[in-house]
């Protein structure tokens, strides 16, 4: 058994290296037997970098409104009472939309893959 009390200190995204713009990381679970549960506050515009799940991601949206895109694909748009199954594998960024707000809580299950920066376009 694991307990986490409280929040942990948040972590701005400049420190992370894996969002442009501005989001604030609000460690829930700290990685514990390959899950990882982060609620994560998105400024206006701001996205993760492409990225992976080992065995799949799940975002329960809070509040705002957003974007997910799966490579390949448009970006589709995701809102405060969404949940978005993200399969294993599938490289993907989600993030705020560009005039609104994002807070979702991200369960990352196993590693996460990093890749580049999402180009303006994307």
């Known amino acids: 058994m694991k307990i986490v009390h409280g929040r942990a200190e948040r972590v701005p995204s400049e420190q992370r290296g894996t969002v442009t713009g501005e989001a604030w990381f609000d460690p829930i679970l700290p990685a514990t037997d390959?899950?990882?549960?982060?609620?994560?506050?998105?400024?206006?515009g701001a996205r993760t970098y492409w990225h992976s799940h080992e065995n799949g991601q799940i975002l329960q949206v809070?509040?705002?409104?957003?974007?997910?895109?799966t490579d390949g694909e448009q970006p589709r748009t995701i809102a405060a009472g969404d949940v978005v199954w993200v399969p294993p594998g599938e490289r993907h960024w989600h993030g705020a939309a560009p005039d609104s707000f994002l807070t979702h809580t991200a369960i990352s299950l196993g590693a996460t893959h990093w890749a580049e920066e999402v180009a303006g376009d994307d």
Do not use: K
């Not at 990882?36 to 400024?43: L, R």
């Open 34 to 44: 390959g899950t990882t549960i982060t609620t994560v506050f998105f400024a206006p």
């Open 62 to 69: 809070l509040a705002g409104r957003g974007l997910i895109c």
